[in-house]
T-cell receptor, first 114, second 112 residues
Framework: GEDVEQSLFLSVREGDSSVINCTYT??????LYWYKQEPGAGLQLLTY?????DMKQDQRLTVLLNKKDKHLSLRIADTQTGDSAIYFC??????????????FGKGTKLSVIP | DVKVTQSSRYLVKRTGEKVFLECVQD?????MFWYRQDPGLGLRLIYF???????EKGDIPEGYSVSREKKERFSLILESASTNQTSMYLC???????????FGAGTRLSVL
């Protein structure tokens, strides 16, 4: 079955860049996503990338997609303490009869050291 | 802004009780989803629905059922709660067959 892998923890100093990596397995995924979860809250969609793109930039966020290696990364520039959260990578997979579902990684907990 | 509202943030129930978790969305989305989130396991899909009165099993449906009588409301039912159902439950909704899912704040359920 499909699987999405990401490291569980990342620690960076405030002001540095953070890079969170993810590998996925479904080569037919048309969209890949990054969600953010702050403590005690639900998931917030940060950004997503269509599979025919290599890169997407949105303010401090840069998403890189390597389709050949099935590797997705999220770079956060000038990381702030407010960026401390769990970041989930997700891919969309076709579950049959015209329906789709998201498969999530286990999440990377980003800790920002002041 | 899309709003997905889960009726309770925290819930404590006893083993064997019937538990209802409610989710309401205000964007006329066709699709609604229930996930559970456990440390080290990430999010796992329990059930989803693409239309009123329609439901499909996700990856871990055992011990759960769902109800979708109205488009805006999707209920998760634990017929007889067990301690291994202690978890964070997240509801999501989407348009476009699930391409972009919007999440509620979650319900943290403890079964004693």
């Amino acid at each position: 079955g499909e699987d999405v892998e990401q490291s569980l923890f990342l620690s960076v100093r405030e002001g540095d860049s953070s890079v969170i990596n993810c590998t996925y397995t479904d080569s037919s995924s048309t969209y890949l996503y990054w969600y953010k979860q702050e403590p005690g809250a639900g998931l917030q969609l940060l950004t997503y990338i269509f599979s025919n793109m290599d890169m997407k930039q949105d303010q401090r966020l840069t998403v890189l997609l390597n389709k050949k290696d099935k590797h997705l990364s999220l770079r956060i520039a000038d990381t702030q303490t407010g960026d401390s959260a769990i970041y989930f990578c997700a891919e969309i997979t076709y579950s049959g009869a015209g329906s789709y579902q998201l498969t999530f990684g286990k999440g990377t907990k980003l800790s920002v050291i002041p | 802004d899309v709003k997905v509202t889960q009726s309770s943030r925290y819930l404590v129930k006893r083993t064997g009780e019937k538990v209802f978790l409610e989710c309401v969305q205000d964007m006329d989305h066709e699709n609604m989803f229930w996930y559970r989130q456990d440390p080290g396991l990430g999010l796992r899909l329990i059930y989803f629905s693409y239309d009123v009165k329609m439901k499909e099993k996700g990856d871990i449906p055992e011990g759960y059922s769902v109800s979708r009588e109205k488009k805006e409301r999707f209920s998760l039912i634990l017929e007889s709660a067990s301690t291994n159902q202690t978890s964070m439950y997240l509801c999501a909704s989407s348009f476009n067959r699930g391409y972009i899912q919007y999440f509620g704040a979650g319900t943290r359920l403890s079964v004693l």
